[in-house]
């Protein structure tokens, strides 16, 4: 009965620490989705490498691939200069999900005020979400890859899912 009680007692102290430490993994997560929104919020991007990897890959709401840290800082740089430059996010929602001690996946929504394109044509404010891809690296999770689209309104109107019998 005794080893029966120090067996449980250890693997509940064990499960305990996993939580702990998923908890922690996820806040540590959120913070870098902070840092994203501040770097965008400031339009100054030269401190991607705090949260992204220097392998990192994005592709953005037009579908341009940028392939790493040099070609994903200097082109949301550029448009933040150009285009963004008045804009501000809106942190909606981060959804993090752990698929193992140094990777997660990540849903992150946002509110992207209006802008005009390089071609003059306004664009109003959005609802957006990005999945983005987080690596642990030396103990700090940095954002890897990542793609955003725009939330379209009227096609969450029929979104099959509202109909899914529950």
């Known amino acids: 009965m005794k080893s029966t009680l120090t ?14 430490t998923k908890n922690a993994d996820v806040k540590a997560i959120e913070k870098q989705v902070d840092a994203m929104v501040n770097s965008w919020n400031r339009h100054d991007h030269s401190d991607m490498k705090t949260y992204c ?6 592709v953005n709401i037009v579908g341009m691939w940028w392939k790493n ?4 800082e ?7 200069t150009n ?10 929602g981060v959804f993090v999900r752990i698929i ?6 990540v849903q992150f929504k946002s509110y992207v005020s209006e802008f005009t394109t390089p071609d003059g044509h306004k664009i109003p404010g959005s ?8 690596v642990k690296q030396k103990g700090k999770w940095l954002m890897t890859a990542g793609e955003n689209v725009v ?6 109107k029929n979104d099959p899912v509202l109909h899914l019998k529950k």
């Open 7 to 20: 067996f449980l007692a250890i693997i509940l102290s064990v499960l305990s620490v996993q939580a702990q």
């Open 53 to 58: 990897t220097a392998d990192c890959s994005w």
């Open 69 to 72: 840290l040099k070609e994903v």
């Open 74 to 80: 200097y082109s949301t740089q550029f448009y933040h």
């Open 83 to 92: 285009m963004f430059k008045q804009t501000t996010m809106t942190n909606k």
């Open 100 to 105: 193992n001690p140094t990777t997660a996946l």
């Open 127 to 134: 609802d957006d979400i990005a999945l983005l891809v987080y």
């Open 151 to 156: 939330i379209d309104p009227e096609a969450q």
